[in-house]
């Protein structure tokens, strides 16, 4: 059974500041290194489940988070920046199972390092009335292709906005929210234990597991921070603008869903800078 893994950052045991997630100072790289044992261990998890050949997808900033010689289990590794599916780049219906590492909590939640994909543009998401976070949207693409999520893990706020959407998919949680830069984390090597004998459960079983439950057609609906993202946003192909700040990404093309609103998110980008 191929895996195929997405991982982010902010969802690490340990993490708890931007300063762990982006640059390249020795914090930086600090953060790195949890990240790559917290990855490695949901890769040997799956392994163990199972999984025959693991594809990591790296989805978090500038996408080139690790040494690739490092990573285990001979694991294929997809990184750089420009991918066209962004966080979900290399999936397709060859997968049997999808897990997310280290994702956070969406932008509005009690989370720690909470955002939703740009968090100077999107200020709520949801899917069909249902508050999402990153998970929540990246799975139209799992949806779309026909392959379950059986994994999430990160923030205990990440793990049940994912369960919300995807009943039934395993979650392990690392950390506990104190404030939006503090949290109370797991030791990481209790943490890669976690999320090692989460991965094997989950991979284990993902043969009877569903696709995310989204029906056809599906809606992402955006509030957005100010009226010129909104506007923008509009300039993106299937974007619907429904209030000031609300926008509507729908359709029975799921994959077309997800890759409107990374449109979105690229052309907004500029404008959102702007205080
Ligand atoms: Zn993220």
């Known amino acids: 059974m191929k895996i195929f893994l997405s991982t982010d950052m902010e ?43 693991v594809v990591l997808n790296d989805s978090h900033y500038y996408m080139r988070n690790f040494p690739a010689d490092e990573l285990a289990a001979q694991a294929s590794y997809i990184s750089g920046s420009h991918k066209p599916l962004y966080m979900m780049q290399g999936l397709d219906s060859s997968f049997g199972a999808v897990l997310f590492i280290s994702y956070h909590g969406s932008v509005g939640a009690c989370a720690g390092l909470s955002h939703t994909y740009n968090p100077r543009a999107v200020v709520e998401a949801r899917i069909n009335g249902v508050v999402t976070g990153e998970a929540g949207i990246n799975a139209l693409v799992a949806a779309h292709y026909g392959v379950p999520v059986v994994l999430v893990t990160g923030d205990r ?87 000031d700040r609300e926008l509507v990404f729908a359709g029975d093309d799921l994959l077309s869903v997800y890759q409107s609103f990374c449109a979105a998110i690229l052309l907004t980008r500029s404008i959102a800078e702007v205080v």
């Not at 690490?12 to 930086?28: F, R």
């Not at 976690?194 to 569903?210: E, K, N, P, Y």
């Not at 029906?215 to 993106?236: F, G, H, K, Q, Y």
């Open 157 to 243: 706020v990440a793990c049940e906005e994912t369960e919300k959407l995807m009943p039934g998919v395993h979650s392990a949680v690392v950390k506990e929210h104190v404030s939006r830069l503090a949290a109370h984390s797991l030791h990481p090597v209790k943490a890669r234990e976690l999320i090692r004998d989460t991965a094997r459960q989950a991979v284990a079983v993902a043969s009877s597991a569903s696709p995310p439950p989204y029906p056809r057609p599906v809606s992402l609906e955006v509030s957005v921070r100010n009226t010129d993202i909104a506007e923008a946003a509009t300039w993106v192909r299937g974007v619907e603008r429904v209030g």
């Open 11 to 53: 969802g690490t045991a340990g993490v708890v500041d931007w300063e762990q997630c982006v640059g390249d100072s020795p914090e930086a790289a600090a953060g790195r290194k949890l990240l790559l044992a917290e990855v490695n261990a949901a890769i040997e998890g799956a392994v163990e489940g199972g999984a025959t050949e």
